[in-house]
């Protein structure tokens, strides 16, 4: 295949630069102009075209990163906006939204009924909390539970993360399990198979 590999950058990118330069869109209009066929039959075969593919994968990031700029550029404009005319709407709607609350706990305080007051073009509606217990201090209550023997309101975990660490897979005539320190097997743990996983980076 005729694919050009001596193309090279006239000036270095600097990391983070995510508008695309010149050499960016010619990279992308060199590729674009392959015939598909040739596209779909491209193989790495050495260090030269890998890297050859990584400066194309660079110029569509680059690419992907400027429409994504745009893009947040016009969302802003739009919540701008929209925050803007909301705001001169605000004043107003309180204004009448406090107004109905006070005619409907006047009503509510009439008639403990009330609950709803219903109209064409919109409900109030009123809902009654009864005083409860709130917690705020978790240490003094659990030393009041320990206090007064009544552990059955604890609740329990394990610190999965930190006893992890102290086991570990060891292979046997059924299979992999997971044992402790002292080489037993461990209840309640399977085994989560290993596996390779590949990161692109541009």
């Known amino acids: 295949m005729n694919f ?3 193309l090279h950058h006239k000036k270095q990118i600097r990391k983070g630069n995510k508008r695309m330069n010149e050499l960016q ?3 992308l209009q060199e590729w674009e102009e392959q015939p598909a066929e040739e596209r779909q039959h491209f193989e790495i075969t050495n260090m030269e075209s890998l890297t050859w593919a990584f400066r194309k994968l660079a110029a569509y990031k680059a690419k992907e990163n400027e429409i994504a ?3 947040q550029q016009e969302r802003q404009r739009i919540d701008d906006w929209e925050a803007e005319q909301k705001k001169a709407l605000r004043g107003d709607m309180e204004f009448f939204q406090g107004l109905i609350q006070r005619y409907h706990a006047k009503q509510l305080a009439e008639n403990p009924k009330a609950k709803t007051l219903s109209t064409p073009f919109g409900k109030s509606k009123s809902r009654t909390s009864k005083p409860a217990p709130e917690k705020v ?3 003094k209550l659990v030393e009041y539970v320990f206090q007064n023997d009544i552990t059955e309101y604890l609740k329990y975990s394990v610190k ?3 006893l992890k660490k102290t086991f570990r897979v060891v292979q046997t005539d059924s299979g992999p399990v997971v044992v402790d320190v002292n080489g037993q097997s461990v ?5 989560k198979p290993g596996s390779t996983t590949f990161t692109v980076e541009v």
Not at 187 to 191: E, K, R
């Open 25 to 27: 869109q010619a990279e």
């Open 187 to 191: 209840p309640g743990v399977t085994v």
């Open 160 to 162: 999965w993360g930190d």
């Open 4 to 6: 050009n590999f001596s």
């Open 69 to 71: 700029k745009i893009a």
């Open 137 to 139: 201090n978790e240490e």
